[in-house]
């Protein structure tokens, strides 16, 4: 297994104040401050599991991870920020520090921004346990950790702009990464309360440290490698708008949430099943979960439609009838698409998984491929996966709001989903699984 932590070596480690304030409680008086709050409700540990029967221990972060294999790297530009000094960080989630790799005015063009991050993906991390389809696996991660840090930043007061747009090869170079590590998507923080000085004009200045190695031996995966390079080539043309639709059920308003960010964050966890049973869940509730899986997207260069749309099964929900729905968010209403009992076709449909049939309702994500293609070229290919990740985000803090529990599901038979929800390939394709209940206790957990 390939180590979970990237480090620098031979590079000095700035750290950031532990337990820094809550979100939106108080501005921060800082640039340290702000970066460990940024940081501290997006990307770092929040828990550990052990293994009881192997005494094995390992972490939980905040942004969460296809088998908490975290693929995703969390670099980072500073331009003027107050008491830290401008250059390049990497995040260091083990020990919560920064690793400082270069000095000086580090800064992308076009960009302004007192802080940028740049999201990276080291496929081996997941190609390890999961093969050829770990590619999905890591833009999916990356969808979750741009969703994780641009609502900690809204938190925070401040908003958000995530770039896609860009040449990779000259983005690693500029970084000098890793040949492990692709660049993936950029994020810039801004138009908030950062505290903030004049920025350094001093040259750039690097400290020459070199990543650590993550695994005595890699195996090669050339699909994985043929995928990413055909998704560099990149093209814009006219986005054309979602499909629109209506249905018989309009959903009533929202059940308000019970939780705030601040807890919700920290304390997300990926259900290991969920309760069976008569427990169910209210329609207000759902209506909230949809509510805040297809709010107003945050900034992007391609955000401008959505190529997500929601397929439920509904397993028990007060007040609907059990059954497969599609969901149109612009009337918000869904549309009855088969009924019965859907617990066994769930489950079977994600890859034998009993949490899809145990939860109060399962979803499938069909991400609609062709219409990404014609609008960003292959590059769209990422798009749709990255805004699947992005609704996984919203979902599970969603479900924690409001006292209830979830998961991600990145295994499913893709074409007998398409079959049962009678998907044709111009409408799309299932690209994740997802599942909403009330979570078992997990006994491995340790806080």
Known sequence: ??????????????????????????????????????????????????????????????????????????????????????????????????????????????????????????????????????????????????????????????????????????????????????????VEIGDGPIPVREPDAREIAWFGGHPNRLSEEKIAYPRIDAIHAATKVSHLAVVEPAPSGSGEIKLPPPAPYIRAFSEVARTRRSALDFQGGMQSMSLPQLSAILGAATQQPFSADFAGTRFIQLYLYVHRVDGLEPGVYRFWPERGELEKIKSGDQRVAAAGLSLGQDLAGNACVAFSMIGDLERAARAHGDRGYRYVHFEAGAIGQRLYLAAEALGLGATGIGAFYDQEVHRYLNVQPAQGQVVYHFAIGYPVPDPRLQA
């Not at 921060?28 to 970066?35: E, Q, S």
């Not at 905040?62 to 003027?80: A, K, Y």
């Not at 081996?124 to 950790?145: S, T």
């Open 1 to 186: 297994m390939p180590d979970p932590f990237r480090h620098y070596e031979g590079v000095p480690v700035l750290d950031l104040p532990a337990d820094p304030p809550v979100p939106g409680a108080s501005p921060a008086a800082d640039g340290p401050t702000f970066l460990s709050q940024l940081l501290f409700y997006s990307a770092a540990i929040s828990a550990s599991k052990r293994v009881p029967s192997t005494g094995f221990q390992y972490a939980l972060r905040v942004n969460p991870s296809s088998g908490n294999l975290h693929p995703t790297e969390f670099h980072f530009l500073t331009r003027g920020l107050t008491e830290w000094p401008d250059g390049l960080y990497h995040y260091r989630p083990s020990a919560h520090m920064a690793e400082q790799r270069a000095l000086g005015d580090f800064h992308l063009a076009g960009s302004s921004a007192p802080i940028v991050f740049v999201l990276t993906s080291i496929a081996w991390r997941e190609a390890w346990k999961y093969r050829d389809r770990a590619y999905r696996y890591c833009l999916h991660d990356i969808g979750h950790a741009r969703q994780a840090l641009a609502l900690a930043a809204r938190a925070i007061g401040c908003e958000t702009f995530a770039a896609g747009q860009f040449q990779d090869d000259e983005i690693a170079q500029a970084f000098r990464l890793s040949e492990d590590e692709w660049p993936m998507l950029i």
